[in-house]
Nanobody, 131 residues
Framework: QVELVESGGGLVQPGESLTLSCTVS????????IGWFRQAPGKEREGVAY????????YYVDSVKGRFTISGDNAENAVFLQMNSLQPEDTGIYYC????????????????????????WGQGTQVTVYT
C-alpha cells in the first residue's frame, strides 16, 4: 500500500493559480501511475491528470489541457499539479491516487484509466474558485 498526502488547496478567484502537492511514498520506484482526481459538489469523482513514474509520461483530460501541469520529483517523492487560469468549474476536492504498474508496464494509455484502477488514495484537499 502506498501512502499519499495532499496539500496546497485553497480559495482563489477566477484566473488565479494554485499548486497542489502529493507526497507519494513509492514515487521513486518503477513503475507507478499517479493520478489527480477531483470531485465537485454533487458530482462523481473524475480523473484530471496522470503521470507515470520512471519516465514521466503524462496524460490530461481535455477540460484541463493547457491550464494544468502534472510533474514529479523523485528526490522529494512528490507529485505536483500546477493549476493555472482556474475557473469556478474547477472547484472541488482534489485527491491524488496511486497504482503499481509493474516493472514492464508497456504503453501508457492515460485515457483508459479510471478511479477503479487506483488502489491507494490520499485524504483530499479542497480547491474553491469563487467569483
Amino acid at each position: 500500500q502506498v501512502e499519499l498526502v495532499e496539500s496546497g488547496g485553497g480559495l482563489v478567484q477566477p484566473g488565479e493559480s494554485l499548486t497542489l502537492s502529493c507526497t507519494v511514498s513509492a514515487f521513486a520506484l518503477n513503475y507507478y501511475v499517479i493520478g489527480w482526481f477531483r470531485q465537485a459538489p454533487g458530482k462523481e469523482r473524475e480523473g484530471v491528470a496522470y503521470i507515470r513514474s520512471g519516465d514521466g509520461i503524462t496524460y490530461y483530460v481535455d477540460s484541463v489541457k493547457g491550464r494544468f501541469t502534472i510533474s514529479g520529483d523523485n528526490a522529494e517523492n512528490a507529485v505536483f499539479l500546477q493549476m493555472n487560469s482556474l475557473q469556478p468549474e474547477d472547484t472541488g476536492i482534489y485527491y491524488c491516487a496511486a497504482e503499481y504498474l509493474g516493472l514492464s508496464p508497456g504503453v501508457f494509455n492515460g485515457g483508459d484509466l479510471s478511479e477503479s484502477d487506483f488502489g491507494s488514495w490520499g485524504q483530499g484537499t479542497q480547491v474553491t474558485v469563487y467569483t
